[in-house]
């Protein structure tokens, strides 16, 4: 079954809105990842958290962990075109075993100029 | 270094016929995955390979896949054969896994369409 919900599935926003995706798993994650895959594109990695409650900013893009590290969330804040792209979390789980990392379904964000 | 290298980048064939991808990892990567990526089910982990030893092939979706990798630098996944349900974009990434940072970095995938 679904290891990682990612939500909402799909956002579309007005240039310079702010935007969320939430990523969040019932099993407690080792880690989590962030990336971005624009149309047409291959996903390229953005963040890796790790700590309980940890919190990185890349310019106008954080990303938070939770403090249960069972979920993450990244907020782009005033959104621009180039920010069109769905963005994945990926997230390894500590009871998984071999299994490097589970993606999310990922979050398609529109951005309409 | 170029990254990671995928042929060939478009596939199209008809239902029956044997598709072989190819994969170039990053040199010096210990960690190679090949994945599959479709609309309804989004990016699928379909076998990884850590210092060309297969870990995980859980994803595999039937026999009618397999995937080698005879040396550090090369990897193939087979379709044999082939079926339209195939038909997807599949990306071959790689890794270096210390524990530390272990981003993945993707190819720029295989579009395959199955007649």
């Known amino acids: 079954g679904q290891q990682v919900m990612q939500i909402p599935q799909y956002q579309h926003v007005q240039e310079g809105e702010d935007f969320t995706t939430y990523c969040n798993s019932s099993?407690?994650?080792?880690?989590i990842q962030w990336y971005k895959q624009r149309p047409g594109g291959h996903p390229v990695f953005l963040i890796q958290?790790?700590?309980?409650?940890e919190v990185k900013k890349q310019k106008r893009l954080t990303f938070q962990f939770g403090e249960a590290k069972k979920n993450s969330s990244l907020h782009i804040t005033a959104t621009q075109t180039t920010d069109v792209g769905t963005y994945f979390c990926?997230?390894?789980?500590?009871?998984?075993?071999?299994?490097?990392?589970?993606f999310g379904k990922g979050t398609r964000l529109s951005v309409i100029a | 270094d170029a990254g990671v290298i995928q042929s060939p980048r478009h596939e199209v064939t008809e239902m029956g016929q044997e598709v072989t991808l190819r994969c170039k990892p990053i040199?010096?990567?210990?960690?190679l995955f090949w994945y599959r990526q479709t609309m309804m089910r989004g990016l699928e982990l379909l076998i990884y390979f850590n210092n060309n030893v297969p870990i995980d092939d859980s994803g595999m979706p039937e026999d009618r896949f397999s995937a080698k990798m005879p040396n550090a630098s090369f990897s193939t996944l087979k379709i044999q054969p082939s079926e339209p349900r195939d038909s997807a974009v599949y990306f071959c990434?790689?890794?270096?896994?210390?524990?530390?940072?272990?981003?993945?970095?993707f190819g720029p995938g295989t579009r395959l369409t199955v007649l």
């Open positions: 958290l790790v700590k309980s409650g």
């Open positions: 040199s010096g990567h210990n960690s």
């Open positions: 099993t407690t994650l080792s880690n």
């Open positions: 990434a790689s890794s270096f896994i210390s524990g530390l940072r272990d981003e993945q970095f």
């Open positions: 990926a997230v390894a789980l500590i009871s998984s075993g071999n299994t490097p990392l589970v």
